[in-house]
């Protein structure tokens, strides 16, 4: 008997997660990405502050596939990598068409994420700076850099105070995190290299349309949260929504304007979706709509997982965060072994492990089950979940060493403006 | 009195020394560079063969300053550092114009480099890859992990030896150093990577004009150089002169045209000066003519170090490496010192310490003195050699760490196609 073909579409989360899981199923699977590597997502934003290499939060799919791919010489690999764009879909032929090819398959896992949403703020997608792929991580920390070496050059004091300010929009995990990390940042040991710069003039804005930080946790944590940025020194602006944004400034909705060189975007995400032969029903956000097997609504041999689903958990809508994708490629998995030998697939059910964010050094937020805690321990239990769901024993020895070097000496270790 | 004012353009290995070494004379010390940081250029085909990360040899300039340019409050640093493209220098109004700014000095020092000299070949500067900038490295590296991920989805065997073939121009240290370095990577591990692919089909070619490898070297070394990498397995064409580069082939005078995907540029350099507001005399492949004491001919308080100064020793020009560019910069730095104390300028000695290069894993030339040498002993010393001279501890147990992971496992950690 001929083994079945299952193609992947996507290699985040839940993409590698499905693919690795259905390795020694004896179907024969294909992961499709468009980039050679697997970004670790949720450190992104210490790349963008010059705290962790691209490298380390980036692993070659090839290296995490070849304990599955790599066989003696006659044998076949059971798990193959494609590096291609998937252009178009077509369910009625079965096809997955890439840029220079059509590859046929007998079930289909579709998960490609999501990408930034602008909210159609006018200027907001050309001139703010999103941070969702290692290309724009590297893209703000260029421009994080290159901001204070014009400040150095700038005579005029108003110019020179435009630079140095850096509005964040977006109250969430991402926009938390990269405020604390910045104003470290731009507040610590980076002084001893901008001699002639009074740092201190640095002005660091977070903006939340929302009435707190971080909607999705506890109300406690958010109160805290916003406390402790205040003391490291981030001004918040909460129930504030951004209007438009130009080179040189951010405009609020009740008219302020803020001179401010670089404007970082965290606040909305949308789905991913390769253009597909049929209409699809969908959610918000372009999230399709699945059954509680995530297979698609229309077809029950394409499961949709990650962000690109829409999935709810005891009635509310699921956050969006790596463990929910890593969760759904193992159901993906189990299900489409179990429709290979004939049998029914069965629901997903999210297990919520908890939920942790960092607010700068030594301070962090946490919720796991029904206890919310706050401060040390969750910072450290957030470097620890970290380090162990980095893909690679050698990302993690390098992750670790730049975080004892970054948090014990106050210091930023890379802080190349590299060409591009 | 007032503090002299010392413009010194470059922060390659000549400029960034002068500045140290220029620290604490007195002196008002500006350091120009158009990156923010100093490339370790001898290390750029470690990179580009995905051994080393950009960011383990390429150092913020700032950091290196840090010792030198912080100062307590009401002090003024005496080193200072601005990222700008010099544009022009004006030797009769002493000004140093760049993108933004004009800056005023009373001593000059010119370390601008060198740039790749494509010889004229026609394609050459468009198609060929060169290999002298942290850019061109990871270029470089993109395209090698590129041809692989096209050769798996080859399905014309033509078109796939080509993307194999990997053609290697210049015979010289950097070109011998990147042949056995390529053969090692694409003929070690990397076939775990790629198990629907037979790597046995790497071609990989050294292109050189002159009749034996490391010409600048004694001829038993070349020898024996050419020996170790034909056993690795690279195709060695000595006497060979290429006529043309295109996307697809490199030609050669002698008419044979062989499909190779990458061309490999590291046969020519040439002097990279600004634009002077005098002709200046100059010599061979755009290098100025200096006195014995680095100053200009035509100048008296302007220096040029480096690969933009044609300098004898012992009757022969000077290799451009960067022992040479670093020995300048002390003795510019301590001429000037002589000149704003009133005496005079003393002629430069170069003490050559000897020459090493690495042919692949466990096995180098070398020279010291009369005494040229081959094998495990070159190979270690080289590695020594380049800790000890790499900025930085920080660098240094990253580059050791990773060294001692290529070289005891023959495999490669970072092979990112990076986003551009």
Partial sequence: ??????VIVGAGFGGLQAAQSLANSGA?????????????VPLLYQVATAQLEPEHIAYPIRKILRRFSWKRPNQKPKLRFLMAEVERIDFSAQVVESDNCAIAYDFLVLATGSQTQFLEVPGAA???????????????RNQIIACLEQAVQASDPLQRQQLLTFTIVGGGPTGVEMAGALVEMLRGKLRWDYPTLDLRQVRLILV??????????????????????????????????VSQVTPESVHF????????????????????????????????????LVQPTLQLLEQHNVYVIGD??????NGKPLNGVAPEALQQGVAVASNIKRQIRGKAPQPFNYFNKGRLAIIGCYSGVGKIGVFAFTGFLAWLMWLGVH?????????????????????????????LILPR
Same sequence: chains 1, 2.
Wanted: glycine share 6%.
């Fill in 1 to 6: 008997m001929k083994s079945p073909r299952v």
């Fill in 28 to 40: 024969d699977v294909l992961l499709i990405d468009r980039n050679n590597y697997h970004t670790f």
């Fill in 126 to 140: 050309t001139y703010a700076f999103p941070m969702r792929t290692l290309e724009e991580a590297v893209t703000l």
């Fill in 208 to 241: 939340q349309s929302g009435d707190r930080l971080l909607t999705d946790l506890p109300k406690k944590l958010g109160i805290y949260t916003h406390k402790r940025l205040r003391q490291l020194g981030v001004q918040i602006y909460l129930q504030t929504k």
């Fill in 253 to 288: 909705q009740n008219n302020q304007v803020v001179p401010s060189a670089t404007v970082i975007w965290t606040a909305g995400l949308e789905a991913n979706s390769p253009e597909i032969s049929e209409d699809l029903s969908s959610a918000k956000k372009g999230k399709l």
């Fill in 308 to 313: 690109l689903a829409y999935v709810e958990n």
């Fill in 387 to 415: 380090l162990v769901y980095l893909p690679g024993w050698r990302s993690r020895l390098l992750v670790l060493l730049t975080w004892l070097y970054t948090y014990l000496l106050g210091d930023r270790a890379v802080r």
